[in-house]
């Protein structure tokens, strides 16, 4: 028999080693992992009650199957809202997603939002990655031309642009059905396409800034020279699909990288450029040839029928697409034969300054925000005219200019004409002269004491810097200041040696210019090639009342540069004769421009503008990409200005 006592210590040890046994049936095995459940649901869905819009993230398909991500921002009780649609490279997530707020402004408060129209105008907001950018499938292209010669697939821009808003009508239940396009830049390149062919709902298109010829004056030529200064965007927006791969510097001040390198293609190749499919078609067709004409959106919407109204956006300071706006409007404005179609505004601006603060650019001032009322007085009556049911006719007028020097805003019907009534646009030389003085009245013959012709020496190995050093990345956002260099100060280059600057007396009457200055030439080099930069200034008087700063200021009103090998044609590259005289004429960017009383008028002349432009070596070479070291030599330059071959710069100047 068992006692008691010991019967009750055998039960508790028994218990004991079943508890060890089951606690090691339990255990996991070494180097199993926790079996600790997920905490992290499947597909998370925000909750929106206290938001002030639905947002919608789709993908729609194109006529060949591929899907392009878009973002639908509704405001909340939206009922037939007419849609504005952006499509972009640029990452359609992040342009609606600026804030992280549950209100739809803040949302919005990023690039390519005009805020002051979208928000008070109810507007169902839409923003589409391109295809082969971020959030879209598909390949991706730079500015993907039209289907044909240069693309043999079945879609382009165009196309996207009708199949999307073919899906947006059918499957946005909250909308009146009427779509209006608009963008900046790359973004203002897209209505463009989009008017090609267009969507019946496509009823209006706002290109703002667009890119429209890279190689006349936008992004990567100006009359043949190359912006060097952008190879960092052909490699960030190319290289990934989502921008992740980044340009890198060995140097503070982009002088001393771009110089130690040589040629732009050698810095690609420091760079690894030729993976990227765009930068070997750059170097492939340095010169104007068919591959860049045919995809010059300005030639192209020339052929086109005109049926959807269209509002371009200039900005008169736009440090990377002067060129485009204009372009276009010249070419379109000639099929507008009832005058309802083709619209033109002139801001004060940079590139895109049009939906920020429009107060200043630089150290120029503009006594109230130009941008506000760009987007409150012409903008957004614009886009409710065509777009929302019942709207009333808007009072916009054709050509809505700003002027600078005057500070103030001009209704116009044309562009250019100088004022609303009775004034006429007079082409008038503006010449260089002896000392360089500079005047309305043509040179008299030089002597030999002081000979026709006033010379510089250009070397390759010291280019005049085209802002002052250190030189910047391209870049917006602050300490980075690439958005006002149109607008320095060009005190800087008037005091080089190897920079011309003529200046007329002291203006007793205002002057007002409104079009495209030209420059007319004549130049010689002891070498066999050369680039002009030419310069219209407004100098201010030595000081300002109240703006101690602008005292002495030199503001630059329209300047450019032109590679002289396409002096016989920008398809026709050829060498310049050595010490030859000859006559260089091209246009200058579009201004509307008062040089008030007690101003000047200047003129400047170099023959580099580095490094946002590439050097040219100065000894004709077939490709400058390639040129070599040896290449680069230094050239005596001649400017001459006497009877014959005389110098000037053709003002537009508005008269009676």
């Given at each position: 028999m068992i006692r008691p006592g010991r019967a009750r210590r055998s039960d508790s040890?028994?218990?004991?080693?079943?508890?060890?046994?089951?606690?090691?049936?339990?255990?996991?095995?070494?180097?199993?992992?926790?079996?600790?459940?997920?905490?992290?649901?499947?597909?998370?869905?925000?909750?929106?009650?206290?938001?002030?819009?639905?947002?919608?993230?789709?993908?729609?398909p194109m006529r060949d199957g591929v899907r392009l991500h878009t973002v639908i921002l509704i405001p909340k009780g939206a009922h037939r809202a007419p849609m504005l649609l952006t499509r972009t490279p640029y990452d359609a997530t992040a342009t609606t997603s600026y804030a992280q707020s549950s209100?739809?402004?803040?949302?919005?408060?990023?690039?390519?939002?005009?805020?002051?129209?979208?928000?008070?105008?109810?507007?169902?907001?839409v923003v589409q990655d391109i295809r082969g950018k971020y959030g879209s499938e598909g390949d991706y292209v730079m500015n993907r031309p039209l289907v044909g010669p240069l693309n043999g697939t079945t879609v382009d821009e165009s196309t996207d642009t009708y199949d999307t808003i073919d899906?947006?009508?059918?499957?946005?239940?909250?909308?009146?059905?009427?779509?209006?396009?608009?963008?900046?830049?790359?973004?203002g390149f897209e209505p463009l396409m989009g008017i090609i062919h267009p969507h019946p709902a496509l009823k209006v298109a706002v290109p703002m800034n667009p890119m429209v010829d890279g190689w006349m004056g936008d992004d990567w030529f100006h009359n043949g020279a190359f912006r060097e200064q952008n190879m960092p965007y052909i490699l960030e927006q190319e290289a990934t699909r989502d921008n992740s791969a980044k340009w890198w510097t060995s140097a503070f001040d982009d002088y001393d990288v771009y110089l130690r390198a040589g040629s732009a293609g050698e810095l690609a190749r420091e760079h690894g450029l030729e993976q990227v499919g765009?930068?070997?078609?750059?170097?492939?067709?340095?010169?104007?040839?068919?591959?860049?004409?045919?995809?010059?959106?300005?030639?192209?919407?020339?052929?086109?029928?005109?049926?959807?109204?269209?509002?371009?956006?200039?900005?008169?300071?736009?440090?990377?697409d002067i060129y485009g706006a204009i372009a276009v409007y010249k070419a379109i404005k000639p099929k507008d034969t009832n005058n309802d179609k083709v619209f033109l505004?002139?801001?004060?601006?940079?590139?895109?300054?049009?939906?920020?603060?429009?107060?200043?650019?630089?150290?120029?001032?503009?006594?109230?925000?130009?941008?506000?009322?760009?987007?409150?007085?012409?903008?957004?009556?614009?886009?409710?005219?065509?777009?929302?049911?019942?709207?009333?006719?808007?009072?916009?007028?054709?050509?809505?200019?700003?002027?600078?020097?005057?500070?103030?805003?001009?209704?116009?019907?044309?562009?250019?004409?100088?004022?609303?009534?009775?004034?006429?646009?007079?082409?008038?030389?503006?010449?260089?002269?002896?000392?360089?003085?500079a005047s309305?009245?043509?040179?008299?013959?030089?002597?030999?004491?002081?000979?026709?012709?006033?010379?510089?020496?250009?070397?390759?190995?010291?280019?005049?810097?085209?802002?002052?050093?250190?030189?910047?990345?391209?870049?917006?956002?602050?300490?980075?200041?690439?958005?006002?260099?149109?607008?320095?100060?060009?005190?800087?280059?008037?005091?080089?040696?190897?920079?011309?600057?003529?200046?007329?007396?002291?203006?007793?009457?205002?002057?007002?210019?409104?079009?495209?200055?030209?420059?007319?030439?004549?130049?010689?080099?002891?070498?066999?090639?050369?680039?002009?930069?030419?310069?219209v200034i407004d100098v201010y008087p030595?000081?300002?009342?109240?703006?101690?700063?602008?005292?002495?200021?030199?503001?630059?009103?329209?300047?450019?540069?032109?590679?002289?090998?396409?002096?016989?044609?920008?398809?026709?590259p050829q060498p310049i004769t050595p010490n030859a005289p000859l006559l260089y004429k091209f246009e200058l960017p579009t201004a509307n421009h008062v040089f008030l009383p007690g101003h000047r008028i200047m003129v400047q002349i170099q023959s580099s503008w580095f490094p946002l432009y590439d050097r040219n070596p100065q000894t004709y070479v077939p490709n400058i990409f390639w040129a070599k070291p040896s290449d680069y030599k230094s050239a005596l330059m001649r400017i001459f200005h006497e009877p014959g071959r005389a110098s000037f710069v053709e003002l537009p100047v508005v008269g009676s």
């Amino acid at each position: 028999m068992i006692r008691p006592g010991r019967a009750r210590r055998s039960d508790s040890l028994a218990h004991i080693v079943t508890a060890l046994l089951a606690a090691c049936a339990l255990a996991p095995a070494a180097g199993a992992q926790n079996p600790l459940p997920n905490e992290t649901p499947a597909k998370y869905t925000p909750a929106t009650s206290t938001w002030d819009y639905t947002r919608r993230d789709v993908m729609i398909p194109m006529r060949d199957g591929v899907r392009l991500h878009t973002v639908i921002l509704i405001p909340k009780g939206a009922h037939r809202a007419p849609m504005l649609l952006t499509r972009t490279p640029y990452d359609a997530t992040a342009t609606t997603s600026y804030a992280q707020s549950s209100h739809l402004a803040p949302e919005l408060n990023g690039y390519d939002n005009a805020l002051d129209v979208i928000i008070p105008g109810g507007y169902i907001r839409v923003v589409q990655d391109i295809r082969g950018k971020y959030g879209s499938e598909g390949d991706y292209v730079m500015n993907r031309p039209l289907v044909g010669p240069l693309n043999g697939t079945t879609v382009d821009e165009s196309t996207d642009t009708y199949d999307t808003i073919d899906w947006l009508v059918k499957n946005v239940p909250e909308s009146n059905g009427n779509v209006g396009e608009l963008g900046i830049s790359y973004d203002g390149f897209e209505p463009l396409m989009g008017i090609i062919h267009p969507h019946p709902a496509l009823k209006v298109a706002v290109p703002m800034n667009p890119m429209v010829d890279g190689w006349m004056g936008d992004d990567w030529f100006h009359n043949g020279a190359f912006r060097e200064q952008n190879m960092p965007y052909i490699l960030e927006q190319e290289a990934t699909r989502d921008n992740s791969a980044k340009w890198w510097t060995s140097a503070f001040d982009d002088y001393d990288v771009y110089l130690r390198a040589g040629s732009a293609g050698e810095l690609a190749r420091e760079h690894g450029l030729e993976q990227v499919g765009f930068w070997n078609k750059i170097i492939a067709h340095p010169s104007y040839d068919s591959w860049w004409q045919q995809q010059a959106m300005d030639k192209i919407l020339a052929r086109q029928p005109l049926s959807v109204p269209v509002m371009l956006v200039q900005s008169l300071w736009d440090q990377e697409d002067i060129y485009g706006a204009i372009a276009v409007y010249k070419a379109i404005k000639p099929k507008d034969t009832n005058n309802d179609k083709v619209f033109l505004t002139i801001g004060p601006w940079h590139h895109g300054q049009e939906i920020e603060n429009g107060s200043s650019l630089g150290a120029i001032d503009f006594n109230s925000n130009t941008s506000l009322y760009f987007q409150k007085n012409i903008l957004g009556p614009f886009l409710a005219h065509y777009l929302k049911d019942g709207a009333p006719k808007d009072d916009v007028a054709l050509v809505n200019a700003y002027v600078t020097g005057a500070n103030e805003w001009e209704r116009l019907d044309r562009w250019p004409a100088g004022c609303a009534i009775g004034c006429a646009i007079h082409p008038t030389p503006f010449y260089l002269n002896s000392g360089f003085s500079a005047s309305f009245r043509p040179p008299v013959a030089g002597t030999p004491a002081a000979p026709g012709y006033d010379e510089y020496t250009s070397d390759p190995a010291k280019p005049v810097p085209f802002r002052a050093r250190p030189i910047q990345q391209i870049g917006y956002d602050p300490p980075l200041t690439w958005v006002q260099w149109l607008v320095d100060d060009q005190r800087e280059a008037s005091g080089r040696t190897d920079v011309l600057s003529y200046e007329s007396d002291e203006l007793t009457v205002p002057v007002k210019i409104s079009g495209q200055p030209i420059a007319n030439l004549f130049a010689s080099t002891t070498g066999t090639d050369a680039d002009w930069v030419v310069k219209v200034i407004d100098v201010y008087p030595d000081e300002v009342g109240g703006q101690p700063n602008m005292g002495g200021y030199q503001l630059p009103v329209s300047m450019d540069i032109f590679r002289g090998r396409y002096r016989q044609g920008f398809d026709n590259p050829q060498p310049i004769t050595p010490n030859a005289p000859l006559l260089y004429k091209f246009e200058l960017p579009t201004a509307n421009h008062v040089f008030l009383p007690g101003h000047r008028i200047m003129v400047q002349i170099q023959s580099s503008w580095f490094p946002l432009y590439d050097r040219n070596p100065q000894t004709y070479v077939p490709n400058i990409f390639w040129a070599k070291p040896s290449d680069y030599k230094s050239a005596l330059m001649r400017i001459f200005h006497e009877p014959g071959r005389a110098s000037f710069v053709e003002l537009p100047v508005v008269g009676s």
